[in-house]
């Protein structure tokens, strides 16, 4: 599968703590995409991250790149009750074969008040 | 506007009964997916069209499952006959000039066969 592989599975941390997860994949990408999905709800887009970037913020949203190990992380800082919920990498490939993108299993992450 | 609609938001139906939902994109959007998410599997692309025509077609399941877009605005997902194994959520999204651009999903069917 060229799926993007979502690490941990399941994560708890205590309201106001970062919360770090990570997206591994398989062969070269033009760009990754993180999704949010709240229970019962449609997946969002949270943020792209091209593959000449190492880097992107946007809000409490810290985003990395490193296609050398093809692994992405997204950090969430300063973590709110709102913020639970299941996250999920995206990828495109830059080979041909398949279009679209091809989406991980996602972390699911729960913000103890 | 008013994003992706999808509807029903849940449906019960029997096994062996024929099963529609509807889409409607987002206006001016040219591609259209259908995804199944269930909690062994995930999220599955089903199928996705450009501009009304089926592209890829490969992870519909079998030939019980069929997908129309009749115009720009509307699609249909049809199970026909429905099996419990089918019982998933389905999503439709919709993107821009791209089928690798950000998708805007729908809040999705939740469907239920006993």
């Known amino acids: 599968s060229q799926q993007g592989e979502e690490d941990p599975q399941a994560l708890s941390i205590q309201e106001g703590e970062n919360a770090t997860m990570n997206c591994s994949y398989k062969t070269s990408i033009n760009n990754l995409q993180w999704y949010r999905q709240n229970s019962g709800r449609g997946l969002v887009h949270l943020i792209l991250i091209r593959s000449n970037e190492r880097e992107k913020h946007s809000g409490r949203l810290r985003v990395t790149l490193d296609t050398s190990k093809k692994s992405s992380s997204l950090l969430i800082t300063a973590s709110r009750a709102a913020d639970t919920a299941s996250y999920f990498c995206?990828?495109?490939?830059?080979?041909?074969?398949?279009?679209?993108?091809?989406f991980g299993k996602g972390t699911h992450l729960i913000i103890q008040p | 506007d008013a994003g992706v609609i999808q509807s029903p938001r849940h449906e019960v139906t029997e096994m062996g009964q024929e099963v529609t939902l509807r889409c409607k994109p987002i206006?001016?959007?040219?591609?259209l997916f259908w995804y199944r998410q269930t909690m062994m599997r995930g999220l599955e692309l089903l199928i996705y069209?450009?501009?009304?025509?089926?592209?890829?077609d490969s992870g519909m399941p079998e030939d019980r499952f069929s997908a129309k877009m009749p115009n720009a605005s509307f699609s249909t997902l049809k199970i026909q006959p429905s099996e419990p194994r089918d019982s998933a959520v389905y999503f439709c999204a919709s993107s821009f000039v791209s089928p690798k651009n950000i998708q805007y999903f729908g809040a999705g069917t939740r469907l239920s066969v006993l």
């Open positions: 995206a990828t495109d490939y830059s080979g041909g074969g398949a279009d679209g993108l091809t």
């Open positions: 206006s001016g959007h040219d591609y």
């Open positions: 069209f450009n501009n009304n025509v089926p592209i890829d």
